[in-house]
């Protein structure tokens, strides 16, 4: 396999979440190039299948359990990394997700849905479900910085943080999501300064509208055509499509490659078709 990323093989990368579409494709692809991949992954069985398809079109991969809110159970899987490939040399923060509770029925207030038993105002928003969607994208992107941070140093690594166009811009409907993922925004940019110095880089892809199993019932119907939401986001989308998950790669290969990006750190990289760049009119 021809490589112009020759500098990526032999390394390490860590994958939180990388049994899901997105993660999963930024792991195989990495793969490609000769790293050698740990997926960590809740439930388990959506990592085995992503290390299986390295494996079998000749990478290396394993997949450990990973509750990335438990840091004893992060703790363990960076156990069982080191004792697999003997080093880390990248991160990769996907983990994370919405919860029901987080998000409102409707896009905008009105008086009417207070008394709705089937809509969820912003009166019904929960604190558990606030908790569950911090926990799961700040919490979940902080423990494994940590706990695998300290063999990043060692190997002057890069983080990847897994942003969003809700950082910049909150997303109607999803208030817990917007304000989570712009947390990971700022947490990217501190953890970029603290540990300047040190030669590990820290940085975030914030991806615009992917279609992922998590948001297939929201953008699209059971026939596959598009919902009204997907329809209004196209129409902010200059590009006019959804992404692919291979629209990320030239972006993870960039940053990874300090050949490529060794000067580069405490960014955030829209992957969006133009949509943070269009103001609607």
């Given at each position: 396999?021809?490589?112009?990323?020759?500098?990526l093989?032999?390394?390490?990368?860590?994958?939180t979440?990388?049994?899901?579409?997105?993660?999963?494709?930024?792991?195989?692809?990495?793969?490609?190039?000769?790293?050698?991949?740990?997926?960590?992954?809740?439930?388990?069985?959506?990592?085995?299948?992503?290390?299986?398809?390295?494996?079998?079109?000749?990478?290396?991969?394993?997949?450990?359990?990973?509750?990335?809110?438990?840091?004893?159970?992060?703790?363990?899987?960076?156990?069982?990394?080191?004792?697999?490939?003997?080093q880390?040399d990248?991160?990769?923060?996907?983990?994370?997700?919405?919860?029901?509770?987080?998000?409102?029925?409707?896009?905008?207030?009105?008086?009417k849905?207070?008394?709705?038993?089937?809509?969820?105002?912003?009166?019904?928003?929960?604190?558990?479900g606030?908790?569950?969607?911090?926990?799961?994208?700040?919490?979940?992107?902080?423990l494994?910085?940590?706990?695998?941070?300290?063999?990043?140093?060692?190997t002057?690594?890069?983080?990847?943080?897994?942003?969003?166009?809700?950082?910049p811009?909150?997303?109607?409907?999803?208030?817990?999501?917007?304000?989570?993922?712009a947390?990971?925004?700022?947490?990217?940019?501190?953890?970029?300064?603290?540990?300047?110095?040190?030669?590990?880089?820290?940085?975030?892809?914030?991806?615009?509208?992917?279609?992922?199993e998590?948001?297939?019932?929201?953008?699209?119907?059971?026939?596959?055509?598009?919902?009204?939401?997907?329809?209004?986001?196209?129409?902010?989308?200059?590009?006019?499509?959804?992404?692919?998950?291979?629209?990320?790669?030239g972006?993870?290969?960039?940053?990874?490659?300090?050949?490529?990006?060794?000067?580069?750190?405490?960014?955030?990289?829209?992957?969006?078709?133009?949509?943070?760049a269009?103001?609607?009119?």
């Amino acid at each position: 396999m021809g490589s112009t990323h020759p500098n990526l093989a032999g390394k390490v990368a860590v994958v939180t979440g990388g049994g899901g579409v997105l993660c999963g494709s930024m792991a195989r692809e990495l793969a490609k190039h000769g790293v050698k991949i740990a997926i960590l992954n809740y439930p388990k069985e959506f990592g085995d299948q992503t290390a299986q398809a390295i494996n079998q079109s000749g990478g290396e991969a394993i997949s450990i359990f990973c509750d990335v809110t438990k840091k004893e159970v992060v703790e363990q899987a960076c156990v069982e990394v080191i004792e697999a490939f003997g080093q880390v040399d990248i991160l990769i923060n996907g983990a994370g997700g919405n919860h029901p509770e987080g998000s409102t029925t409707n896009e905008l207030y009105s008086e009417k849905d207070i008394d709705d038993p089937e809509v969820r105002s912003f009166f019904d928003l929960t604190p558990a479900g606030f908790n569950h969607v911090f926990n799961l994208n700040l919490m979940g992107t902080l423990l494994p910085s940590q706990i695998f941070a300290k063999e990043l140093l060692k190997t002057k690594g890069v983080i990847i943080n897994m942003s969003s166009m809700s950082a910049p811009a909150p997303m109607t409907k999803v208030p817990a999501y917007s304000a989570a993922k712009a947390g990971i925004d700022n947490f990217t940019k501190w953890m970029a300064v603290h540990f300047g110095e040190t030669g590990i880089r820290v940085n975030a892809i914030a991806p615009g509208f992917f279609l992922t199993e998590q948001n297939r019932r929201l953008l699209t119907n059971e026939d596959g055509s598009y919902t009204a939401r997907t329809i209004k986001v196209l129409s902010q989308t200059p590009m006019k499509r959804l992404g692919k998950p291979e629209d990320l790669h030239g972006v993870l290969l960039w940053l990874v490659d300090d050949t490529f990006s060794g000067f580069v750190t405490g960014i955030s990289v829209p992957v969006d078709g133009g949509f943070i760049a269009y103001s609607g009119v």
